[in-house]
């Protein structure tokens, strides 16, 4: 079975851009999650989705927005970038949302914003 | 409120020795313990979790934890230390959602 995959894996913006990345979670996994990763404020829950609805929702301003496809396919979106939005976004996948069981994380895209 | 407190930022051991990584939780109800791994520039990777029944869980490559609810603790243990087991360990907890709350990590090295 394929693993979660995030494309792209890097990318470099400038502020004020916008951006959008992509998560596809492992086949028949309808709850996918995003994280930001960075060296100060650590790993943060940015969202979760489940069956295209956004079932929670972590503490970020309005500017990071996501959305889920029938597919289970998940994009988020980070409009007017800011310099403190560089950071490694990571998607993961589960089964259900139950919060019981594995969350299957990618690779992550590393974002540099300039 | 939920928060999860990993003490240690660094910790060294030698090749053979116990690899001891302490994790402690705040939570009003018991939450849904786990235990992250991440190599460099890769995503996270469950080592185990604990939901419910027996306390102390075991893990792949060998790690176990043990779930205290009097201590609020989920210590996560190697008796051997490998020169592989050099990673990023990541702590974590949630309840009823997928939406998990991270220590702040506790970077493994590995001495041969």
């Known amino acids: 079975k394929a693993g979660v995959t995030q494309t792209p894996r890097y990318l470099i913006k400038t502020r004020g851009q916008q951006v959008t990345l992509s998560c596809s979670p492992i086949?028949?996994?309808?709850?996918v999650s995003w994280y930001q990763q960075t060296p100060g404020q650590g790993l943060q829950f940015l969202f979760e989705?489940?069956?295209?609805?956004?079932?929670n929702k972590g503490n970020f301003p309005g500017r990071f927005s996501g959305r889920q496809f029938s597919n289970s396919r998940s994009e988020m979106n980070v409009s007017t970038l800011e310099l403190g939005d560089s950071a490694l976004y990571l998607c993961?996948?589960?089964?259900?949302?139950?919060?019981?069981?594995?969350?299957?994380f990618g690779p992550g895209t590393r974002l540099t914003v300039t | 409120a939920q928060s999860v407190t990993q003490l240690g930022s660094h910790v060294s051991v030698s090749e053979g020795a116990l690899v001891l990584l302490r994790c402690n939780y705040s939570?009003?109800?018991?939450?849904?313990l786990f235990w992250y791994v991440q190599y460099p520039n890769q995503g996270l990777q469950l080592l185990l979790k604990?939901?419910?029944?027996?306390?102390l869980v075991k893990g792949i490559n060998g790690f176990e934890a043990e779930f205290k609810k009097s201590e609020t603790s989920f210590h996560l243990t190697k008796p051997s230390a490998h020169m592989s087991d050099a990673a990023e360990y990541f702590c974590?907890?949630?309840?009823?959602?997928?939406?998990?709350?991270f220590g702040t990590g506790t970077r493994l090295t590995v001495i041969p």
């Open positions: 989705y489940f069956s295209e609805t956004q079932r």
């Open positions: 939570s009003s109800v018991p939450p849904y």
């Open positions: 604990y939901t419910t029944g027996a306390t």
């Open positions: 993961a996948s589960s089964a259900n949302p139950s919060g019981r069981d594995e969350q299957y």
């Open positions: 974590a907890v949630s309840r009823g959602a997928n939406n998990l709350f």
């Open positions: 086949s028949g996994h309808r709850s």
